[in-house]
């Protein structure tokens, strides 16, 4: 059974970083992609960063040049750094991966930026 767990989120102020997890029960080998989407409230889910298995990145708009995506194979986890954090950077943030047309998600992580 596919299980992706999230961690790292917390309240950090404008201008800080913070380093999210997604730990995978299985290989991260074994998905064709992996990405990091966020929901504020009263918005829906956006995606914030993918990387794929071939190790292709893309990002939203919004976090070019503050948000590194990154894959480390041997511990099957996939990390998010968020630098120069803004109070809009301001929601839950969740791991999703996608093999073989099938979609996993975690179950969130909250990250509180305050101005």
């Known amino acids: 059974q596919v299980q992706l767990v999230e961690s790292g989120g917390g309240l950090v102020q404008a201008g800080g970083s913070l380093r999210l997890s997604c730990a995978a029960s299985v290989s991260i080998f074994s998905f064709n992609a992996m990405g990091w989407y966020r929901q504020a409230p009263g918005n829906q889910r956006e995606l914030v960063a993918v990387?794929?298995?071939?190790?292709?990145?893309n990002y939203a708009d919004s976090v070019k040049g503050r948000f590194t995506i990154s894959r480390d194979n041997a511990k099957n986890t996939v990390h998010l750094q968020m630098n120069s954090l803004k109070p809009e950077d301001t929601a839950v943030y969740y791991c999703?991966?996608?093999?073989?047309?099938?979609?996993?998600w975690g179950q969130g992580t909250q990250v509180t930026v305050s101005s």
């Open positions: 999703k991966g996608v093999k073989i047309g099938n979609h996993y």
């Open positions: 990387i794929t298995s071939g190790g292709m990145t």
